[in-house]
């Protein structure tokens, strides 16, 4: 491939085979240009948990690879923040520390401006006054806020985000992706987000790429901010502009063989 300048992250000629059957069907390329997010949609067990893994180099490639800024994925760093159901929370420290946890490597910010960015992530998140509880004295969920808040609080460059806001409640979902959008394009993070639903893919997303079922293969490559602009606020919901949207990404999904989401 050649590189150009809106080559930041880099999936190039990836396959990943678990006993011996592929997960991709063909060599898997894509190129995700700094600041875009983009949302994978796709039928559950298609390959989405398996190609976020590779990215936070949790996993593997079988052959080919994955680059930031040219320069191959291998373990996790801090440069990459990820929200995964399998990799949440630390059972030995509270959820403020898990939160504070997540800025260990930033020596630029204060030890107040940490107090600050922790007390503000878990007030978003709704975790304030499990501040000092333990993640085992919590639910589920609420673990699940604990890394939204960590990895939030980081401010890692590229955010991977596996379903992070399956387990919420209607209301803070809506805050969360209000926020997220807010944080990545103020901050211009790159995000790789999955997720089932399609009204917070397109509420979310610059573009929505649609997988079919395993072995994953790209169905569609939607730009969505073409159509719908950068803001995304709660008016822009409501709109019919919206609304058109995301009825003919649900027509298409379904009229797509075997693809439904
Ligand atoms: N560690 C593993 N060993 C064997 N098969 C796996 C492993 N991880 C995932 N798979 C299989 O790979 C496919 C893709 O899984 P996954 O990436 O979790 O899909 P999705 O996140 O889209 O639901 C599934 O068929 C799943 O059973
Ligand atoms: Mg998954």
């Not at 180099?57 to 990459?80: A, H, M, N, W, Y």
């Not at 930033?106 to 993640?135: C, I, M, Q, W």
């Not at 085992?136 to 992070?164: F, H, K, Y």
């Amino acid at each position: 491939m050649n590189v150009r300048t809106t080559d930041y992250l880099v999936f190039d000629s990836v396959t990943k085979n678990f006993d011996g059957l592929p997960v991709v069907e063909t060599p898997f390329n894509l190129v995700i240009p700094r600041g875009q997010f983009v949302v994978f949609l796709g039928p559950s067990g298609c390959g989405k948990t398996t190609l976020m893994r590779m990215s936070g180099g949790l996993d593997t490639p079988s052959s080919g690879e994955i680059r930031l800024e040219g320069e191959r994925v291998g373990k996790p760093d801090q440069r990459r923040g990820m929200v995964f159901q399998s990799y949440s929370s630390f059972p030995w420290l509270t959820v403020g520390q898990n939160v504070a946890f997540g800025m260990r490597y930033r020596l630029d910010l204060s030890k107040e401006e940490k107090r600050r960015r922790t007390d503000h992530y878990l007030n978003l998140v709704g975790l304030h006054e499990f501040a000092n509880a333990y993640p085992n004295r919590i639910s589920g969920g609420m673990r699940q806020r604990v890394a939204i808040a960590r990895t939030l609080a980081a401010g890692s460059e590229v955010l991977l985000m596996d379903e992070p806001f399956g387990a919420l409640d209607a209301q803070r979902r809506e805050q969360l992706q209000v926020e997220l959008r807010r944080i990545q394009s103020e901050e211009s993070r790159t995000v790789i987000f999955v997720t089932h639903d399609v009204e917070e893919a397109v509420f979310l997303a610059d573009r929505i790429i649609v997988f079919s079922r395993r072995p994953a293969r790209i169905l569609e490559d939607i730009d969505v901010t073409s159509q719908l602009g950068d803001a995304r606020t709660l008016a822009l919901r409501d709109s019919d502009m919206f609304f058109r949207m995301k009825t003919q990404i649900i027509q298409r999904v379904r009229d797509t063989s075997g693809a439904e989401v």
